[in-house]
């Protein structure tokens, strides 16, 4: 069974523009988290989609926002690019949101210059 | 403000030795506690805890949780340089149907031959 894929997995961008990444889940899984990770903070929650719908949200502001698809690809988009939005966009699925394991992607490195 | 602390923040040891890394939290609405392992880019699971007191164990490394305490242990025995790795600590919140993973900063392992 093939293992979560994100896309893509390196990217650099200017302050001011915006930026979509994509992930696929595991076949079968329906919930998808987006986890921002950065040396000084750790990893951090973004938000949780599962059927197409947002079930959780971190504490992020409003440039960052998600959708799922009715496959349970996901997006994450983020406007108005910040310096400190430079960080390693990790992805991860479960079958449904009351499992505990989560399935890690590879991530996608974000560079703001 | 929920946290996870985790201790050391990195640790350098020899082959053949013990560790014992720890995970402190203070999160209002506990529901789970899960060790993860980061060698690249995705964290891969490792245990899930819930109750206090019950030792998970696979192969070398074992996890125990102390939910009065608040805090869990990280054991591995006779490490091996592929232990070396970002072993990361998350406790799952439920804060009404708001669940999310709040993520400690990871304790870096690095074992030498």
């Known amino acids: 069974k093939a293992g979560v894929t994100q896309t893509p997995r390196y990217l650099i961008k200017t302050r001011g523009q915006q930026v979509t990444l994509s992930c696929s889940p595991i076949s079968g899984h329906r919930s998808v988290s987006w986890y921002q990770q950065t040396p000084g903070q750790g990893l951090q929650f973004l938000f949780e989609y599962f059927s197409e719908t947002q079930r959780n949200k971190g504490n992020f502001p409003g440039r960052f926002s998600g959708r799922q698809f009715s496959n349970s690809r996901s997006e994450m988009n983020v406007s108005t690019l910040e310096l400190g939005d430079s960080a390693l966009y990790l992805c991860a699925s479960r079958t449904g949101t009351g499992d505990h394991e989560q399935f890690f992607g590879p991530g996608t490195r974000l560079t703001v210059l | 403000e929920d946290k996870v602390v985790q201790s050391p923040l990195s640790l350098v040891v020899h082959e053949g030795d013990t560790v014992t890394l720890n995970c402190s939290y203070e999160?209002?609405?506990?529901?789970?506690l899960l060790w993860y392992k980061q060698e690249k880019k995705a964290p891969t699971f490792l245990f899930m805890l819930?109750?206090s007191g019950i030792e998970k164990k696979s192969g070398r490394l074992s996890s125990i949780l102390d939910k009065k305490e608040l805090f869990s242990i990280l054991n591995i025995t006779a490490t091996q340089t592929g232990d070396s790795a970002v072993y990361l600590c998350a406790v799952e919140d439920n804060a009404g149907n708001n669940r999310k993973l709040i993520w400690g900063l990871g304790t870096s392992l690095a074992v030498n031959p």
């Open positions: 819930t109750s």
């Open positions: 999160v209002t609405n506990f529901r789970s």
